[in-house]
């Protein structure tokens, strides 16, 4: 689960040792990039999809080597969209 699926929000607090608790490009403008968050899910409403196969489709558009490994139906969902974003 990440960021950009809304699994992380300003309430999240992350165990000791997690990375994520001290990694300044999660940290830094974090109020400002919960408004990418917002809207991503706008856009998985719209496509009918979830915000990681939002995420997913977005980075499958822009670097074509980048493969997912989800089950075939959602596979299809997200080629679908990233080939929406293109």
Same mark, same amino acid.
């Given at each position: 689960m990440g960021f950009l699926t809304g699994a992380i929000d300003e309430n999240t607090h992350f165990a000791q040792g997690d990375i994520r608790a001290i990694e300044s490009r999660l940290l830094q403008k974090f109020t400002n990039n919960l408004a990418l968050?917002?809207?991503v899910k706008k856009w998985a409403?719209?496509?009918? $999809?979830?915000?990681?196969?939002?995420?997913?489709?977005?980075?499958? $558009?822009?670097?074509?080597?980048?493969? =997912?490994? =989800?089950? =075939?139906?959602k596979c299809r969902i997200c080629w679908k969209i990233s080939v929406q974003i293109m």
């Open positions: 968050v917002d809207l409403v719209e496509k009918k $999809a979830t915000p990681g196969q939002v995420s997913l489709a977005w980075l499958m $558009a822009r670097k074509p080597w980048i493969v =997912q490994s =989800q089950a =075939q139906h």
